[in-house]
Each structure stands twice: as structure tokens, then as C-alpha cells.
């Protein structure tokens, strides 16, 4: 065991989400160039995996999602990060999916997990597992921490082991709740000891930044303390080299990979 080389973090692309109006517009006008350019590029930017989100309130998410998994199956392997909160466009995008899969995401909601962890079976997927319930995302670490236990319990009896899951605290914007990243925190070190060997985590980064100044500074300096406590994964964006610095930087310093006076460019 004294050999074993800590895993690098695996990093996926914020990029294609109907959030940002430029991709939201080409979801509307099934423009395969405009997504197929934007997915090359995240994977020359060193994406490991893509995460797909069609953007909240369209009536089309089931055939928008399909739509933009058959389209970005076709310039990459990369595993695709199915990013929606709805069963439908979930199901959709999951049936669509030729590569690696990785569903984002179930909460603890009975329904959810019912609906989620079958499909993650049969289908061979990674599952994001989204601390938080009915009653939305709990205030502290501990009631994290108690939530992501009962999806590790759930995910077994529907025989999805919990190497397949990632646990993810939930990441609010320090503008809104100043107190969450502290608690972020914690509740990422309490998600280690709930298995052995411990669950992966990941996180949405750059919710941290949302709305706020120095949006980079934030993002990386977060990132930075998350490596610290054991963070496996985590959606940023790719193209802010500077936060990728951060990341090989991490690796460095937690001999995840070995020193070169090169490191940036190795
Ligand atoms: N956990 C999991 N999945 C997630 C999140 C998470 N998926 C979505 C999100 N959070 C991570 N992805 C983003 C994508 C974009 C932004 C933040 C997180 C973002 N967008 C700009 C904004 O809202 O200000 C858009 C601005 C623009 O249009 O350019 O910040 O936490 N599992």
C-alpha cells in the first residue's frame, strides 16, 4: 500500500451549459458547430470529462439534451457529465450517451435515488451525489455529511458501489453565505471518513464566485484549500489557465506527480 500514488484530480469543463448565452443560443438553434468547436476546445484547454447542461427552463430538455450528447459524442471520448435536475432530461441524455458516464446528479431525495441509481446501474455510471433533500441544502457539515451516508447506503442496495459515487457539499456564492465555504470545508473531511477506502468528492467551483469581484482569485484560492482536504473532482472552468496552474501545482505539492523545474508545461 505504501506505493500507491494518490489519484490526480479529475477536472471537468464547466463549459457547455445553457447558462452562458452563447451556448444556451446554440442549444436553441441545434448549431453542431458552434458545440462541437466549444467541446474541442475544453478538451485542448485539458478537460478530463465534459459537463452537459441544456440551462433551466426550456420545454425541449429531454430532446435538447440528446441533441447536445449526440453532438459532442462526435469530436470527443471523454466521459460526459450529464448535468440536469430533471428525470426525463436525465434519462435522455443517459440513453443518448455512447462514452464514459457520469450522472450529475442525485440528491437524498427517496424519489431521486429511486429513479437515478437503477439507470447508474444499468448503464455502468459514475453518480455526483448533491448533499441536499426536499428541504434543500442543509446549513451545516454534520447534516451533509449524514445525507451523503444515506446515498452511499441507497446507491448499495441497488448494488452501485460507493467508488462510483462522488459526494458533493454543495458550493454556495460567498456573496450570498459567507459562513458555506468554512462548512464546505468541513464537510468535505467528514465525507472521508464515511467509507475506507473514502468516497471521492467533487464540487462546482465556481458557484463560490458567482456574482462576486476577482472571480479567478476566488475560484483558485478555493480550489487550492479543497486539494488540501482530498477533493477527486471538481467542474471548473478550463480556460482560465491560471487556475489550471493551481491544479498542477496541488499535484505537485501533494506527490501526486513528481517534481520537475517544468511543471507547468509537463
Ligand atoms: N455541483 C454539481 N454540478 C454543478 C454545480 C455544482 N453544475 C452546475 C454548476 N454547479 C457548475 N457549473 C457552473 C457553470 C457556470 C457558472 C458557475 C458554475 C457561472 N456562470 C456565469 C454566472 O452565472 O455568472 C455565467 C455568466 C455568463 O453568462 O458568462 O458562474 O455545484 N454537481
Redesign the pocket.
Known amino acids: 500500500m505504501g506505493h500507491d500514488v494518490p489519484n490526480k484530480m479529475l477536472v471537468i469543463s464547466?463549459?457547455l451549459?445553457g447558462?452562458?448565452?452563447a451556448v444556451g443560443q446554440a442549444i436553441d438553434a441545434r448549431d453542431e458547430r458552434f458545440i462541437q468547436q466549444h467541446a474541442v476546445q475544453q478538451v485542448e484547454c485539458g478537460a478530463h470529462a465534459l459537463?452537459l447542461?441544456v440551462g433551466p427552463g426550456r420545454d425541449d430538455g429531454p430532446a435538447a439534451m440528446e441533441w447536445l450528447v449526440r453532438t459532442v459524442q462526435e469530436v470527443t471520448d471523454l466521459p460526459l457529465?450529464i448535468?440536469t435536475p430533471g428525470i426525463k432530461t436525465m434519462t435522455a441524455g443517459i440513453k443518448a450517451c455512447r462514452n464514459k458516464l457520469i450522472i450529475?446528479?442525485t440528491t437524498a431525495e427517496m424519489k431521486k435515488m429511486q429513479a437515478l441509481f437503477p439507470l447508474a446501474r444499468e448503464h455502468d455510471a459514475d453518480v455526483?451525489c448533491?448533499t441536499m433533500d426536499e428541504r434543500g441544502i442543509p446549513n451545516d457539515a454534520e447534516s451533509r455529511a449524514e445525507m451523503a451516508m444515506l446515498m452511499i447506503t441507497t446507491a448499495m442496495e441497488h448494488d452501485v458501489m460507493p467508488e462510483r459515487l462522488m459526494l458533493?457539499p454543495?458550493?454556495m456564492p460567498i456573496k450570498a453565505a459567507q459562513d458555506q465555504p468554512v462548512k464546505v470545508i468541513k464537510a468535505m473531511q467528514l465525507f472521508q471518513t464515511l467509507n475506507d477506502p473514502s468516497p471521492r468528492t467533487?464540487?462546482?467551483?465556481?458557484?463560490v464566485?458567482?456574482?462576486a469581484k476577482e472571480?479567478s482569485l476566488l475560484n483558485r484560492t478555493f480550489l487550492g484549500m479543497l486539494m488540501g482536504v482530498g477533493l477527486s473532482a471538481a467542474?471548473v472552468?478550463v480556460q482560465d489557465a491560471d487556475l489550471m496552474n493551481v491544479i498542477k501545482a496541488g499535484e505537485l505539492l501533494k506527490a501526486e506527480k513528481l517534481y520537475c523545474d517544468d511543471f507547468l508545461r509537463a
Open positions: 464547466e463549459r451549459n447558462l452562458f448565452t459537463d447542461n457529465c448535468d450529475n446528479s455526483i448533491l458533493d454543495l458550493v467533487v464540487v462546482g467551483l465556481s458557484n464566485s458567482n456574482g472571480r467542474i472552468d
